[in-house]
């Protein structure tokens, strides 16, 4: 795929935009929040279009922004996906396709892989990282190592919601004696000390996410937040007044869950009070997303996409996403073509000035300048999505209006994706020849996949050599 790294390029094509809507060279740079929901579904937010689940702060975004009808992610799971959205790499390209494992570990994503946030922070950017991290517990893979200034969260791959709960928990497994507690229990930390919290963590973060931004406006530099919430992923907790939102919802989980995404869009809200405040709001690019697909099982509803959270059908791996930059966004769009998490890196970078080294390879595309002319930064590039599951692998590959699927090891099918986003009608038959072209691309895109470095749990790693994996023969045959 096409990199392109020169700031040049993105500001050309942003004076396109009508009246006032351009940017010049030498104009500030933009300030960069990533805001990132945890297993939230595709229809649980009002701009994709929620029936029971209310989120006004985060829709307020999409209505004065752009909105993405076809944003998919590198990795229907939680720790792969966000190990690309920080090295602009595909997890299996760096040997980083499964989650951590959770209790504790010497591994994550290689050093060698540079953040975004590095990069940024090379480029003279305040930076924070806030929430969930998934991506390594051993001091070399902390986030004040990774390019971050500032770090508030807890490092596994998810963590309970209510501090008096989790702390009395953690207490007694302490008072036990036992070495690998459950990284749910564990202490939130504050560049690497560990801190008492007494709020709901969502809260929490929220509040914390205000901080850095104050921080921030006291500062001449630009700045670069991940907000990671953990929120909706499990366990389903919800503050009462959270429930109580949504009186119509009767499902106990559903309802539980509708409560944990009001409180990521009340935090949401509270950040861009801070931000207007601040007199930041106006050079500030939010994104908001998934990191993958809705767990439909949690509580979660991805419609009208099929199946959900860890599949390579659209549901797994499709996510809700936005952009808002007062007067270079486009307000009130709806953008329908193709793009990628791994387009962030690149784009992000290309945003901030900060030149990608030649020798640094990325998997993504500089959208913005496709992105402004409302382009498809995909034309004739495909997107990909490989699970391995014990002993073959599931895979998608999207390419312009066509997805091909292949799960369950069932043979490949094939899909118009733009008029059947539910995936309800193969076509293979009738384009066989297109198929067979689309698969055999995704098989030399495989060529120089890593092996996993780490597996989420020991099993796993006795049948990946069981099974001789990762059995791309089977994953990449087109015929019976």
Excluded at 405 to 418: C, G, R, Y
Aim: net charge positive; with cysteine.
């Amino acid at each position: 795929m096409k990199i392109h790294t020169k700031l040049l390029s993105a500001l050309s094509s942003l004076a396109l935009l009508v009246g006032s809507a351009g940017i010049h060279a030498s104009e500030q740079k933009p300030n960069i929040i990533l805001i990132v929901a945890d297993d939230l579904g595709y229809a649980d937010v009002g701009f994709n279009g929620s029936k029971d689940i209310i989120t006004p702060n985060i829709d307020d975004l999409a209505k004065s922004g752009t909105s993405f009808s076809d944003a998919y992610v590198a990795h229907p799971f939680c720790g792969p996906s966000r190990a690309a959205l920080m090295t602009g790499r595909y997890p299996h390209k760096i040997g980083s396709q499964f989650n951590l494992p959770t209790r504790g570990s010497n591994v994550g994503v290689p050093t060698d892989a540079k953040f975004i946030s590095k990069l940024l922070n090379e480029n003279n950017y305040f930076t924070g990282a806030l929430g969930k991290w998934h991506l390594g517990d051993a001091p070399k893979y902390h986030p004040n190592q990774r390019g971050f200034d500032e770090y508030y969260g807890f490092l596994g791959g998810g963590h309970n919601y209510f501090p008096d709960q989790y702390q009395a928990q953690y207490k007694k497994q302490k008072a036990q004696g036992l070495k690998n507690i459950f990284e749910y229990l564990t202490p939130l930390e504050h560049n690497g000390k560990k801190v008492k919290e007494t709020e709901y963590i969502t809260d929490a973060l929220s509040r914390e996410a205000v901080n850095f931004v104050d921080k921030a406006a006291d500062k001449k530099n630009p700045f670069f937040l991940y907000l990671a919430y953990n929120a909706p992923h499990v366990p389903l907790q919800a503050k009462d007044e959270d429930m109580a939102m949504f009186p119509n919802i009767k499902n106990k989980d559903r309802k539980t869950y509708a409560g944990m995404v009001y409180a990521v869009d009340r935090g949401v809200g509270k950040l861009v009070e801070t931000l207007k405040k601040n007199n930041q709001y106006d050079n500030t690019l939010i994104v908001f997303m998934s990191d993958n697909g809705g767990k439909l099982s949690k509580g979660a509803n991805n419609f009208p996409l099929k199946a959900g959270k860890g599949s390579t059908q659209e549901g797994g791996f499709r996510v809700p996403m936005l952009f808002h930059w007062p007067k270079h966004v486009p307000a009130g769009k709806r953008f329908s073509h193709p793009v990628s998490a791994l387009d962030l890196y690149p784009t992000f970078a290309a945003l901030a000035g900060a030149k990608v080294e030649e020798n640094q390879h990325l998997d993504g595309t500089d959208m913005w300048p496709a992105f402004i002319k409302n382009e498809n930064p995909h034309k004739d590039e495909p997107i990909y999505a490989l699970r391995h599951r014990k002993g073959y692998s599931d895979a998608a590959i999207r390419l312009n209006q066509w997805k091909a699927l292949k799960v369950n090891q069932q043979p490949w099918q094939l899909f118009n994706i733009e008029n059947d986003i539910s995936e309800k009608h193969d076509v293979s038959k009738s384009n066989k020849a297109l198929l067979t072209d689309m698969v055999r691309e995704m098989e030399k895109w495989s060529w120089d996949n890593q092996q996993p470095k780490w597996f989420h749990e020991t099993a796993e790693g006795a049948n990946w050599r069981l099974d001789a994996m990762p059995r791309f023969d089977k994953t990449f045959k087109t015929t019976k």
